[in-house]
């Protein structure tokens, strides 16, 4: 149980380009999810938490128009990087809680930008 | 906002050793303190939890300790094996529901020597 999925887990793309990162607990339903952003050989920093039904809370320093942040339903939350540039690329990862309030991973997206 | 500090950066053991990862942490409202194991390039694991109601916790080879006094908190890994060799994070959170994103220690590289 608690398994979570993340598509896609690997992007590419051009600077000024749009990406969207979809996050889906697959096995149980999440009204919390969480976005995380990992540079290479460092610690996962948070930057939103998604609740369903509302809108995201940022933690500070992450821009909320940069990051746009859906959590549409109570599996699936979307995280879409606006006009990408080349030091957003970075590993994303999302988390969703599960039952007694434990986080479980999704494997990561790598995003480069070019 | 809470800091989490965590030593050792990387941690050398022979196999059939213990090994200790220990963290502070500032904020004393926090109470859900996870640990989490990740392979190079992969998802981080939840390994085992504990909450602030409680000072020790075991699972098999695995064990964690709380000193919410002193805001302390450790990982014990008894019999160390070759698959034991990984990242290992420790975290808090504000609430014990979980609903709380994590703020992560630094990571302890942790080598198994055979």
């Known amino acids: 149980g608690a398994v979570v999925s993340q598509h896609p887990s690997r992007v590419i793309c051009k600077s000024g380009t749009s990406v969207k990162i979809e996050c889906r607990s697959l096995?149980?339903?999440?009204?919390?999810m969480f976005w995380y952003r990992q540079f290479p050989k460092q610690s996962l920093m948070l930057m939103a938490t998604?609740?369903?039904?509302?809108?995201?809370?940022?933690e500070q320093g992450v821009e909320k128009d940069k990051f746009l942040i859906n959590h549409a339903s109570l599996t699936l939350s979307t995280l879409t990087v606006t006009s990408a540039h080349p030091e957003d690329s970075s590993f994303y990862i999302c988390?969703?809680?599960?039952?007694?309030?434990?986080?479980?991973f999704g494997p990561g997206t790598r995003l480069t930008v070019l | 906002g809470e800091n989490v500090e965590q030593h050792p950066s990387t941690l050398s053991v022979q196999e059939g050793d213990s090994a200790v990862i220990k963290c502070t942490y500032s904020?004393?409202?926090?109470?859900?303190f996870p640990w989490y194991k990740q392979e190079l390039g992969k998802r981080p694991q939840l390994i085992i939890d504990?909450?602030?109601?409680?000072g020790e916790k075991k699972d098999q080879r695995i064990a964690v300790t709380l000193n919410k006094t002193a805001k302390h908190f450790s990982l014990h890994i008894t019999e160390t094996q070759p698959e034991d060799s990984a990242v290992y994070f420790c975290?808090?959170?504000?609430?014990?529901?979980?609903?709380?994103?994590?703020?992560f220690g630094k990571g302890t590289h942790l080598i198994i020597q055979p």
């Open positions: 096995d149980f339903q999440a009204t919390t």
């Open positions: 504990i909450r602030s109601n409680v």
């Open positions: 998604s609740n369903e039904g509302s809108k995201a809370t940022y």
């Open positions: 975290a808090a959170s504000g609430s014990g529901g979980g609903a709380d994103g994590l703020t």
């Open positions: 988390s969703a809680r599960a039952l007694a309030g434990r986080q479980f």
């Open positions: 904020d004393s409202a926090s109470n859900y």
